[in-house]
Protein backbone atom coordinates (compact mmCIF):
# COMPACT_ATOMS: atom_id res chain seq x y z
CA UNK A 1 0.00 0.00 0.00
CA UNK A 2 0.98 3.36 -0.91
CA UNK A 3 1.11 6.49 1.96
CA UNK A 4 -2.89 7.07 0.66
CA UNK A 5 -4.17 3.73 1.18
CA UNK A 6 -2.33 3.50 4.30
CA UNK A 7 -3.81 6.80 5.43
CA UNK A 8 -6.92 5.64 4.55
CA UNK A 9 -6.73 2.54 7.15
CA UNK A 10 -5.16 4.70 9.52
CA UNK A 11 -8.53 7.17 9.31
CA UNK A 12 -10.54 3.70 9.39
CA UNK A 13 -8.88 2.66 12.67
CA UNK A 14 -9.19 6.30 14.40
CA UNK A 15 -5.03 7.02 14.02
CA UNK A 16 -5.81 10.76 12.84
CA UNK A 17 -2.12 11.62 13.65
CA UNK A 18 -0.79 8.72 11.98
CA UNK A 19 -3.05 9.27 9.04
CA UNK A 20 -1.67 13.07 8.84
CA UNK A 21 2.04 11.60 8.79
CA UNK A 22 1.41 9.41 6.05
CA UNK A 23 -0.22 11.88 3.95
CA UNK A 24 2.76 14.54 5.02
CA UNK A 25 5.11 11.93 3.60
CA UNK A 26 2.97 11.69 0.73
CA UNK A 27 3.24 14.93 -0.24
CA UNK A 28 6.69 15.51 0.00
CA UNK A 29 7.03 12.69 -1.92
CA UNK A 30 5.05 13.64 -4.56
CA UNK A 31 3.69 17.61 -4.26
CA UNK A 32 1.25 16.88 -7.27
CA UNK A 33 -0.65 14.09 -5.45
CA UNK A 34 -4.34 15.91 -5.36
CA UNK A 35 -5.29 12.52 -3.51
CA UNK A 36 -2.64 13.48 -0.06
CA UNK A 37 -4.17 16.99 -0.44
CA UNK A 38 -7.90 15.76 -0.37
CA UNK A 39 -7.60 13.09 2.30
CA UNK A 40 -5.82 15.65 4.88
CA UNK A 41 -8.49 18.19 4.12
CA UNK A 42 -11.03 15.83 4.97
CA UNK A 43 -9.37 14.67 8.23
CA UNK A 44 -9.31 18.84 9.08
CA UNK A 45 -12.56 18.99 8.19
CA UNK A 46 -13.49 16.05 10.71
CA UNK A 47 -11.22 17.59 13.28
CA UNK A 48 -13.06 21.64 13.51
CA UNK A 49 -10.71 23.27 11.04
CA UNK A 50 -12.86 24.54 8.39
CA UNK A 51 -10.95 26.86 6.66
CA UNK A 52 -7.59 25.06 6.63
CA UNK A 53 -9.46 21.85 4.82
CA UNK A 54 -10.60 24.71 2.18
CA UNK A 55 -6.86 25.70 1.60
CA UNK A 56 -6.51 21.87 1.47
CA UNK A 57 -9.15 21.37 -1.07
CA UNK A 58 -7.95 24.31 -3.28
CA UNK A 59 -4.80 23.02 -3.46
CA UNK A 60 -6.04 19.82 -4.81
CA UNK A 61 -8.09 21.26 -7.30
CA UNK A 62 -5.38 23.83 -8.61
CA UNK A 63 -3.48 20.55 -9.02
CA UNK A 64 -6.57 18.62 -10.70
CA UNK A 65 -9.39 20.70 -11.62
CA UNK A 66 -11.63 17.63 -12.24
CA UNK A 67 -10.80 16.00 -8.43
CA UNK A 68 -14.56 15.30 -8.04
CA UNK A 69 -13.77 14.65 -3.89
CA UNK A 70 -12.15 17.86 -3.35
CA UNK A 71 -15.29 20.06 -4.12
CA UNK A 72 -17.34 17.61 -2.22
CA UNK A 73 -14.81 18.09 0.24
CA UNK A 74 -15.22 21.73 0.19
CA UNK A 75 -19.24 21.56 -0.11
CA UNK A 76 -19.39 19.70 2.91
CA UNK A 77 -17.58 22.57 4.80
CA UNK A 78 -19.29 25.46 3.13
CA UNK A 79 -22.53 23.45 4.53
CA UNK A 80 -21.37 22.97 7.40
CA UNK A 81 -20.68 26.75 7.94
CA UNK A 82 -24.37 27.20 6.89
CA UNK A 83 -23.12 28.51 3.32
CA UNK A 84 -25.88 26.76 1.38
CA UNK A 85 -25.54 28.15 -2.04
CA UNK A 86 -21.36 28.19 -1.74
CA UNK A 87 -22.03 24.27 -1.04
CA UNK A 88 -24.62 23.74 -3.89
CA UNK A 89 -22.03 25.73 -6.25
CA UNK A 90 -19.33 22.73 -4.69
CA UNK A 91 -21.64 19.95 -5.00
CA UNK A 92 -22.76 20.46 -8.83
CA UNK A 93 -19.03 21.06 -9.62
CA UNK A 94 -18.68 17.66 -7.94
CA UNK A 95 -21.20 16.43 -9.79
CA UNK A 96 -19.76 17.61 -13.20
CA UNK A 97 -16.51 16.56 -12.25
CA UNK A 98 -17.93 12.86 -12.25
CA UNK A 99 -19.58 12.09 -8.76
CA UNK A 100 -22.76 10.59 -8.50
CA UNK A 101 -23.35 8.62 -5.97
CA UNK A 102 -26.21 8.60 -2.73
CA UNK A 103 -24.04 10.89 -0.49
CA UNK A 104 -23.98 14.18 -3.17
CA UNK A 105 -27.49 13.51 -3.94
CA UNK A 106 -28.40 13.55 -0.22
CA UNK A 107 -26.16 16.53 0.57
CA UNK A 108 -27.33 18.80 -2.40
CA UNK A 109 -30.54 17.62 -1.32
CA UNK A 110 -30.05 19.23 2.36
CA UNK A 111 -28.68 22.19 0.83
CA UNK A 112 -31.76 22.26 -1.46
CA UNK A 113 -34.18 21.86 1.54
CA UNK A 114 -32.09 24.95 3.86
CA UNK A 115 -32.70 27.12 0.93
CA UNK A 116 -36.37 26.24 0.54
CA UNK A 117 -35.95 25.03 -2.93
CA UNK A 118 -38.34 21.49 -2.07
CA UNK A 119 -39.12 20.23 -5.60
CA UNK A 120 -35.04 20.70 -6.56
CA UNK A 121 -34.49 18.89 -2.83
CA UNK A 122 -36.94 15.89 -3.20
CA UNK A 123 -35.77 15.10 -6.66
CA UNK A 124 -32.03 14.92 -4.88
CA UNK A 125 -33.31 12.69 -2.23
CA UNK A 126 -34.78 10.72 -4.34
CA UNK A 127 -32.19 9.51 -6.27
CA UNK A 128 -30.39 9.54 -3.07
CA UNK A 129 -32.66 6.52 -2.10
CA UNK A 130 -32.27 5.40 -5.66
CA UNK A 131 -28.80 5.18 -5.22
CA UNK A 132 -28.70 3.66 -1.59
CA UNK A 133 -32.15 2.34 -0.13
CA UNK A 134 -30.72 1.54 3.00
CA UNK A 135 -30.07 5.39 3.63
CA UNK A 136 -32.69 5.80 6.28
CA UNK A 137 -32.21 9.81 6.17
CA UNK A 138 -32.37 10.37 2.52
CA UNK A 139 -35.91 8.47 3.01
CA UNK A 140 -36.90 10.29 5.08
CA UNK A 141 -35.92 14.16 4.13
CA UNK A 142 -37.85 12.32 0.88
CA UNK A 143 -41.24 12.45 2.93
CA UNK A 144 -40.84 15.33 4.05
CA UNK A 145 -40.20 17.02 0.53
CA UNK A 146 -43.19 14.84 -0.57
CA UNK A 147 -45.57 15.78 2.25
CA UNK A 148 -44.35 19.33 1.26
CA UNK A 149 -45.43 19.40 -1.96
CA UNK A 150 -48.89 18.06 -1.09
CA UNK A 151 -48.22 14.18 -2.06
CA UNK A 152 -49.60 13.04 1.44
CA UNK A 153 -49.95 9.22 0.57
CA UNK A 154 -46.62 9.11 -1.02
CA UNK A 155 -45.14 10.59 1.70
CA UNK A 156 -46.59 8.91 4.52
CA UNK A 157 -45.57 5.18 2.41
CA UNK A 158 -41.68 6.95 2.83
CA UNK A 159 -42.11 8.05 6.42
CA UNK A 160 -43.67 4.40 7.03
CA UNK A 161 -40.94 2.74 5.51
CA UNK A 162 -38.55 4.55 7.81
CA UNK A 163 -39.71 3.75 10.85
CA UNK A 164 -39.54 0.26 9.84
CA UNK A 165 -36.54 0.40 9.60
CA UNK A 166 -35.78 2.68 12.69
CA UNK A 167 -38.17 2.12 15.58
CA UNK A 168 -36.65 5.12 17.55
CA UNK A 169 -36.70 8.05 14.69
CA UNK A 170 -39.17 10.47 16.45
CA UNK A 171 -39.40 12.93 13.96
CA UNK A 172 -40.50 10.22 11.06
CA UNK A 173 -43.24 8.93 13.83
CA UNK A 174 -44.51 12.81 14.21
CA UNK A 175 -44.57 13.62 10.38
CA UNK A 176 -46.03 9.99 9.96
CA UNK A 177 -48.17 11.06 12.48
CA UNK A 178 -49.46 14.75 10.59
CA UNK A 179 -49.96 12.70 7.64
CA UNK A 180 -52.68 10.69 9.14
CA UNK A 181 -54.33 13.26 10.87
CA UNK A 182 -54.27 15.55 7.74
CA UNK A 183 -56.35 11.82 6.27
CA UNK A 184 -58.63 12.06 9.50
CA UNK A 185 -57.25 8.57 10.23
CA UNK A 186 -57.19 9.84 14.07
CA UNK A 187 -57.01 6.71 15.91
CA UNK A 188 -53.80 6.25 13.28
CA UNK A 189 -51.93 9.46 14.07
CA UNK A 190 -52.19 9.17 17.88
CA UNK A 191 -50.41 6.08 17.68
CA UNK A 192 -47.84 7.48 15.82
CA UNK A 193 -47.24 10.44 17.77
CA UNK A 194 -47.32 8.22 20.92
CA UNK A 195 -44.52 6.82 18.98
CA UNK A 196 -42.58 9.86 18.73
CA UNK A 197 -43.43 10.56 22.07
CA UNK A 198 -41.48 7.30 23.68
CA UNK A 199 -38.52 7.53 21.37
CA UNK A 200 -38.38 11.39 22.27
CA UNK A 201 -40.07 12.22 25.78
CA UNK A 202 -39.44 16.00 25.15
CA UNK A 203 -40.86 16.27 21.63
CA UNK A 204 -43.18 19.06 21.47
CA UNK A 205 -44.28 18.91 18.63
CA UNK A 206 -45.32 15.66 18.86
CA UNK A 207 -46.92 16.15 22.23
CA UNK A 208 -48.77 18.72 20.53
CA UNK A 209 -49.82 17.05 17.81
CA UNK A 210 -51.43 13.65 19.72
CA UNK A 211 -53.63 16.81 22.21
CA UNK A 212 -54.89 17.71 18.84
CA UNK A 213 -55.54 14.38 17.74
CA UNK A 214 -57.08 13.25 21.03
CA UNK A 215 -59.49 16.32 21.13
CA UNK A 216 -60.37 15.23 17.70
CA UNK A 217 -61.27 11.94 18.33
CA UNK A 218 -63.54 12.77 21.43
CA UNK A 219 -65.56 15.13 19.32
Known amino acids: MDENEQAIQAISEGELEKALELLNQAIE ?7 AYINFGNILAEAGEPERALSFYD ?10 AAYYGAGNV ?3 AEEYDKALHMYQNANKAGLDDGSLHYMTGLA ?28 FYYGMCLAQTEQIEEAAAQLKQVVEEDEMHAD ?9 LMNDELESAVACFDKAVEAQPDHMLALHGREQAEKLREE
Open 112 to 139: YYQTEKIPRALACFQRAVESDASDIEAR
Open 78 to 80: SYN
Open 59 to 68: QALKIDPEAA
Open 172 to 180: AWYNLGVAR
Open 29 to 35: KNPNDAT
